[in-house]
């Protein structure tokens, strides 16, 4: 399989860059490719442009200003995407990933009768959430509702794409991890990644 894997994460020493480089090691040693993206050394621009939000609905949408990661997306059969949770939701720069790429005639398409949209990202056949918050779980699932979860599997998942395999794996309480905790967090992620 071919992965874009996309990493989300302003600092390159962070915890995120090592999940990403131990799901590449993974993916790799199976004999998938994988073509990283990291958006912020790629130096993204997550704003949705004037031009880009006035043209939404037009036929085709332009996405010229992101072809180059759209291409990079439709030629891809897994998306792995490797961000922290910050105020239970994503980092700017990942919103706007989706905000930006994940456009129509690209993820997807207006039902003509309007209401329902139909999926377009038939190509992905699996998306992976690698991630951490630095809340406990309890807070996150019980009281949060796990919104990063709902909104990946629920709302992109399904609304882009046909019969995927989504999964998503978090460290919880990340400010209060040690070292042992995270090294095993590395290896699940890693024997995980393994069985693709």
Known sequence: MRILLVLAHPLSESFAASVARTAREALEASGHTVDLLDLYAEDFDPRLSEAERNGYFDL???????????????????????????????????????????????????????????????????????????????????YMGNPVRRLLKRGIANFCSKKLVFRMMSLHDMDRATQARRRAHLERIRRALAAV
């Open 60 to 142: 085709p949408y332009d996405t010229s200003a992101v072809a180059g990661i759209v291409a990079r997306l439709k030629a891809a059969d897994g998306l792995v995407l490797v961000f922290p949770q910050w105020w239970f939701n994503f980092p700017a720069i990942l919103k706007g990933f989706f905000d930006r790429v994940f456009a129509p005639g690209v993820a997807f398409t207006h039902d003509a009768a309007g209401g329902r949209i139909v999926p377009q990202l038939t190509n992905i056949r699996l998306l992976y959430a690698l991630t951490t918050t630095g809340s406990p779980w309890w807070l996150v699932h019980f």
